[in-house]
Structures are given as C-alpha cells and as structure tokens.
C-alpha cells in the first residue's frame, strides 16, 4: 500500500498532517495508478527542496500554467510557389489474357474460354482552376495496369484514367518543343496512352485449332518525359524595377493584398488582382516581381519570371520617381524584355511613373516627359493620386485588346 508510506513522507517534509483524502488533487505531480500514488522522478526532489523548475517536467510546466501551443516551424508557414517542373509519366500495362478451358459435368471438352485482359490506364493532364502553382506535382506519374482476364470468357476490367490537375496558363513541353497550351478550364491533354489489353486463349479459337494454349500479355503503357510549365494569365502586366512599387499600385487598383516592404524582392512569385469596372468588365492585372538590369544573364531573380510577361497582353511599366534616372530604368526595363523575347517590349502598353507624392518626383517627371514620347500617367500608389487616370487608360487598352482579339476571330481571356 503506497498511500500511507506518501503520506508520511509529505507530512515529514512539510512539518505538518497531511491529509491525503482532502488533499489529492492539491497534491503536487502526482498521477493515480489502481487507486496509489506514484510520484515522478523530479516531484520527488521538490518534496524535499520545495520548488521545482525543471521545465523538461512536463508535469510542473502544466501545473505552472506556461503550456503554449506549439509554434509552426518557418518552413511550414511558407508556401512555395513553383512554376516549372518535370514529370515522369508512365501509363498502365494492359492485363495479360487468360487460358483456361470450360470443363464442367457432362461437359469434359468444352473449349477455351479465357478472355482478355483490360486496357491500361491513360494519364491526363487535366486543367483545374482551383491549383494555383505546381508544387503539387510529383515527380513521377504512373497510370493504372488493366486487369488480367479470366476463365468463363470473363474479360479483364480497363484501368481508370489517372489525372493531373493543373493550373490555367500550364504549358506543356517535350524537349523543348510546345505540345500543348492549357489556358481553358477543364481543358484536357492525353499525355501517356495505356497499353492495350493481351488476348485470351478463346480468341485463338479457330476450325484448324479448337484448342489453342495460346494468350498474349498485355501492352505495355507509353512512357514520356515532359517538362510543365506556367505562365501567368492576365491581362496586363507590371514590369518594373525592385521597390517601384508595383505591388501597392495593385494594392490600390485590385483587392489582391500583395506583400509590400521598403527592401527589394519583396515579391518572389507573380500575383493577379482583379480591376473591377462598373460594366462588369474585369480586368487581371499581374504583378510581377521585380526586374533589374541584366536579368536576362540570371541577375536578381533573372529570368524566372520574363518567362510570366510573355503571356500578359499589355504592359504597364511602373517607374520609380524617387530613383535618379526614371528614363534609364524604362530603357533598361524594354532592353531585358526584348532580350528575353525579341518584339516582347512593343506590346500595347502604359508607363505609369509612381511615387509623384515625393518632392523629388515633379523634377524627375518633368525629365522623363522631355525625353519619352509616349503617354506618361503619374500616380502615387501610396496616396491613391490620379490612379482613376490609370484605371481609364487600362481599360482603353482592354477594349483595344478585346477589339483586336474579336477581329480576328479569336475568342479573348475574360475572367
Ligand atoms: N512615397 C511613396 N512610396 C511608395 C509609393 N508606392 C510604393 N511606395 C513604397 O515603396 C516601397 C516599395 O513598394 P512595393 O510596392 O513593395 O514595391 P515593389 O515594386 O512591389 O517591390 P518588389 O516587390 O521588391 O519588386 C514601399 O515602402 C512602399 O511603401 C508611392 O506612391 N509613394
Ligand atoms: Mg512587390
């Protein structure tokens, strides 16, 4: 019997009665076992020390009421954003056929009846609005095996088709070359075909042999390597330089909440904000992390994501008015894009110069105007400053990109 036996040894150490039956939920880190007390290791020093602070007790950190919940690693908290990635593919085996021969009472000679085996699986790649990045392909993707066929003519069940749900905008490359472009919702594309199931021995079946033993295993699938690939689907654009705040403009035109911070490449993965017009015309508006010069050789986040603008219809270059020379940026801005893509800086496009709130900003604008021929639209993303100019002359370029698309037939993005 432990109680008594604890109950002294309490009394002892804290010169008085102890009266368990009272006092044992008051009792320090003790846990019940068939009706005795047992005492952990280091509750047993604070009987005689009185005070424990082991915070490895778990027993003592619960009774000192400091138990908070686990924090989540960094590594979980961030979401990475992945826009190209190459998979393996490998579509089902079809079932091998079956040989077997009818054989019941009365019935001793009654023929082959294995049947065929089922078809392998094909794998899709299949468009799925709702998956926003790549992260979540895997590296190898292998379809379903058909099943076997069986006696009693019984044919083998075709394998289900596997999917692999991709975002819009999703390329799909086989070295190097395009094979297909998914930028519609639901939109489909075979990758790999299963093999086609092997025949039973009752497909031998014939005048000159009327038992034959023979079957065929089934086809083996089609293997590929293909490399994925997205782009992003906008409308429009915003190209410009590290911290000339292409995200608080989005931030003003969209209700898309990209990160902003006064440090550069603070965006690291292309986010789309919607610009809502009263006709219920919505344009997407990308805002793409920030480019520097000499991106195309690998420089800052290099060419990862020019490969993003190319799908954009228009441009909207955002110049920082706080920075020395506004002109040399949007020079150097045109000479990446052409060097990525030749032709890929003439697109319909609107140079917007950010930050005209700042005292600098009139001078460096009154320059820029003197050396750039093309309309210049000076807004403060901060402030919210003739950004209705921005909003009109962006929707110019959407019905102009409506109208182009409709002349030549073509069906245009909407969203
Ligand atoms: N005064 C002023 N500051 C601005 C304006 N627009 C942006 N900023 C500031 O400029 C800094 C950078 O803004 P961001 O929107 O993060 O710039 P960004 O172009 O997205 O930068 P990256 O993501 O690094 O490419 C932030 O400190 C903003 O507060 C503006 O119109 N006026
Ligand atoms: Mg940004």
Redesign the pocket.
């Not at 410009?240 to 931030?251: E, Q, T, V, Y």
């Not at 950010?354 to 700042?358: A, Q, V, Y």
């Not at 807004?379 to 402030?383: D, F, I």
């Given at each position: 019997m432990l109680l008594p036996r604890f109950s002294k040894l309490i009394a002892r150490c804290f010169g008085r009665r102890w009266d368990l039956k009272e006092n044992v939920r008051n009792m320090p880190h003790t846990t019940g076992r068939r009706g005795g007390m047992i005492l952990s290791g280091c509750c047993r020093e604070r009987l005689s020390v009185v005070g424990c602070f082991a915070a490895s007790c778990s027993l003592c950190t619960t009774s000192r009421g400091s138990s908070r919940k686990k924090e989540l690693s960094e590594k979980k908290l961030t979401s990475y954003f992945v826009d190209q990635r190459r998979v393996r593919l490998a579509a089902g085996s079809g079932g091998k056929g079956s040989c077997s021969f009818l054989s019941e009472p009365r019935k001793e000679w009654g023929g082959p009846d294995g049947g065929n085996g089922g078809d392998g699986g094909n794998v899709v790649i299949k468009v799925n609005q709702q998956v926003k990045s790549l992260s979540a392909i895997a590296p190898v993707y292998r379809g379903h095996d058909g099943q076997a066929g069986g006696s009693k003519n019984c044919f083998g069940r075709n394998a289900n088709t596997t999917y692999i749900h991709v975002p819009v905008g999703t390329v799909i490359k086989e070295n190097g070359n395009t094979m297909a472009d998914l930028s519609r919702e639901g939109q489909e594309y075979v990758a790999v075909y299963g093999g086609a199931g092997g025949k039973g021995n009752r497909f031998f079946l014939s005048n000159e042999n009327r038992a034959p033993v023979t079957t065929t295993p089934g086809e083996k699938g089609q293997e590929r390597v293909l490399q994925l690939e997205l782009l992003t689907m906008a409308h429009a654009g915003?190209v410009?330089?590290?911290?000339?705040?292409?995200?608080?403009?989005?931030?003003a035109i969209s209700n898309a909440r990209?990160?902003?911070?006064?440090?550069?490449?603070?965006?690291?993965k292309p986010h789309v904000g919607i610009v809502q017009y009263q006709d219920y015309e919505q344009v997407a508006v990308a805002?793409i992390?920030?480019i520097i010069r000499g991106a195309h050789l690998n420089r800052g986040l290099g060419v990862s994501f020019l490969r993003h603008i190319e799908r954009c219809r228009f441009l909207l270059f955002?110049l920082?008015l706080?920075a020395a020379d506004p002109g040399a940026q949007l020079r150097d801005l045109r000479f990446e894009l052409d060097q990525y893509e030749p032709g890929l800086s003439r697109r319909p496009q609107a140079i917007v110069a950010?930050?005209?709130?700042?005292p600098e900003a009139r001078d460096s604008l009154a320059e820029l105007r003197r050396h750039e021929k093309q309309r210049i639209i000076p807004?403060?993303?901060?402030?919210g400053?003739n950004v209705e100019e921005l909003l009109l002359h962006l929707r110019e370029l959407y019905d102009g990109y409506l109208e182009a698309e409709q002349s030549s037939g073509m069906k245009p993005l909407r969203w």
């Open positions: 915003l410009g330089f590290p911290n000339a705040g292409k995200s608080s403009l989005l931030r990209p990160a902003v911070a006064a440090y550069p490449f603070t965006t690291l805002d992390p920030g955002v920082d706080s950010n930050k005209i709130d700042l807004v403060s993303a901060l402030t400053d």
